[in-house]
């Protein structure tokens, strides 16, 4: 498997990763560190990723966990910070050319493609962190298949 690219201390470092399946759909993922002896196992529980083994600086371990959320969340096309916060959008998709964005598992708005006009449109609640450019990128990711689009509508 490719190595984990993690950018941390303005720098970029390369952690080898392997994938083990758990019971009920969980997923250890075990980082190794460049002697290839010592590693970290990071989980996903709950939509929540956390270090489950192994001690970490918290610069590195919250650069693991960004690393591993952009690479394995495929419903996650962007991750910022906000006032030291990290904010995690997800762009899930529904039936009917609808998609729902999230940010940190909280709903904060739609994009609706129309068949009929052929375009997109979308709103977003107000007090949103998310602006309008942040969303027509994601509206062109959906255009490219690079976010999923269920196309169930010739019912």
């Not at 693991?64 to 495929?74: E, G, H, N, P, S």
């Not at 529904?94 to 997109?120: C, D, M, P, R």
């Not at 107000?126 to 509508?153: F, P, S």
Request: contains cysteine; glycine residues 4%.
């Amino acid at each position: 498997m490719k190595p984990l690219e993690i950018f941390c201390r303005n720098r970029v470092m390369h952690a080898q990763i392997t994938v083990h399946d758990k019971s009920m759909g969980m997923k250890d993922y075990h980082l190794y560190n460049k002697n290839g002896l010592a590693f970290y196992v990071f989980r996903k529980f709950q939509g929540v990723w956390q270090l489950a083994y192994g001690v970490l600086a918290d610069d590195i371990k919250e650069a693991c966990i960004d690393a591993l959320v952009l690479r394995f969340d495929t419903d996650v096309p962007e991750l910022f910070y906000h006032h030291g916060k990290r904010q995690v959008v997800e762009v899930r998709a529904k039936e009917y050319s609808l998609w729902h964005i999230y940010l940190n598992n909280a709903y904060v708005g739609s994009i609706q493609y129309y068949t009929f006009t052929k375009q997109f449109n979308y709103h977003l609640d107000d007090n949103c962190l998310l602006t309008d450019d942040q969303v027509q990128k994601y509206i062109v990711l959906i255009q490219r298949g690079e976010l999923k689009w269920i196309k169930d509508d010739m019912r």
